[in-house]
C-alpha cells in the first residue's frame, strides 16, 4: 500500500513539473527541505531565506509544496515559506548590487565626459593649429604671388632697360655719324677753300699789274 501511495505521488509529482514556475523562500532564517509532506519526515537540507527554487508541484492539502533548488535537491517545504517576490535580503543584496553597477558606470560617464572634454580640448587646439597653418599657407602663397609679379616687373624693367640701351646706342651711333659727316664736310670745304683761295690772290695780282 505504501509503495502504490509513493507511486502515485511521484506521478503526480512529475505530471506537474511542466507548469514548474520559479519562488523564494521567504525571510525565515532557515526553513527544512523535506522528503515527505509532514514534520516528521526526513530534511534533505535547510535552505536559506531568499533562495532561489523552482516549483514543481503546487500547495497540497498538508500545506507543503514540492519544489527543485539550484543544485538539483528535490523536496517538500511549507507553502507559507514561498513567496512570488525575491525576500527582503535578497532585494537589498539586488539594489546594492544595482547600486555599486549604477556608481561603476557613472564613474565611466564621467571619466568618458572627461575624456570627451580632453578630446574637445585637443580638437579645438588641432582647429586653431589647423587655422593657423592654412592662414600661413594663404600668406604663403600671397608673398609667392607677390614674389612672382616682382619677377615679372624686374624682367620687365630689364628688358624696357635694354631697349633704352639699344635705343642709346643707335642714337650714339646716329650722333657719331652725323658728326663724321660734319668733319668730312668741313674737311671738304677747307680743302676746296685752300684751292680757292690762292687763286683769288693770284687773280687780284694779276690784275692789280695790269693796271699799271
Known amino acids: 500500500?505504501?509503495?502504490?501511495?509513493?507511486?502515485?505521488?511521484?506521478?503526480?509529482?512529475?505530471?506537474?513539473?511542466?507548469?514548474?514556475?520559479?519562488a523564494y523562500v521567504t525571510d525565515k532564517v532557515e526553513v527544512p527541505l523535506r522528503s515527505g509532506e509532514s514534520e516528521r519526515t526526513k530534511i534533505v537540507k535547510m535552505l536559506e531565506?531568499?533562495?532561489?527554487?523552482?516549483?514543481?508541484?503546487?500547495?497540497?492539502?498538508?500545506?507543503?509544496t514540492y519544489i527543485?533548488?539550484?543544485?538539483?535537491?528535490?523536496?517538500?517545504?511549507?507553502?507559507?515559506?514561498?513567496?512570488g517576490e525575491p525576500s527582503a535580503?535578497?532585494?537589498?543584496?539586488?539594489?546594492?548590487?544595482?547600486?555599486?553597477?549604477?556608481?561603476e558606470e557613472n564613474k565611466q560617464l564621467k571619466s568618458a565626459q572627461a575624456g570627451s572634454l580632453e578630446i574637445g580640448k585637443e580638437?579645438?587646439?588641432l582647429s586653431a593649429d589647423l587655422s593657423e597653418l592654412q592662414q600661413t599657407a594663404a600668406n604663403a602663397i600671397q608673398l609667392k604671388q607677390q614674389r612672382d609679379q616682382l619677377q615679372e616687373r624686374v624682367v620687365s624693367v630689364e628688358r624696357e632697360l635694354q631697349q633704352l640701351k639699344r635705343e642709346?646706342?643707335?642714337?650714339?651711333?646716329?650722333?657719331?655719324?652725323?658728326?663724321?659727316?660734319?668733319?668730312?664736310?668741313?674737311?671738304?670745304?677747307?680743302?676746296l677753300l685752300g684751292f680757292i683761295l690762292p687763286?683769288?690772290?693770284?687773280?687780284?695780282?694779276s690784275s692789280g699789274w695790269d693796271t699799271f
Open 1 to 22: 500500500m505504501k509503495k502504490t501511495l509513493a507511486y502515485l505521488s511521484a506521478c503526480l509529482l512529475f505530471s506537474g513539473i511542466a507548469e514548474a514556475r520559479t
Open 49 to 64: 531565506n531568499g533562495a532561489l527554487v523552482t516549483v514543481l508541484q503546487e500547495s497540497t492539502e498538508n500545506g507543503y
Open 68 to 83: 527543485q533548488t539550484n543544485n538539483g535537491a528535490e523536496g517538500f517545504i511549507l507553502s507559507r515559506y514561498l513567496t
Open 89 to 103: 535580503r535578497g532585494q537589498l543584496e539586488a539594489a546594492n548590487k544595482k547600486l555599486e553597477a549604477l556608481t
Open 123 to 125: 580638437r579645438d587646439k
Open 168 to 191: 642709346n646706342q643707335a642714337l650714339a651711333d646716329s650722333t657719331n655719324q652725323d658728326w663724321f659727316l660734319y668733319g668730312g664736310g668741313l674737311s671738304l670745304f677747307g680743302v
Open 199 to 205: 687763286k683769288l690772290s693770284w687773280r687780284r695780282r
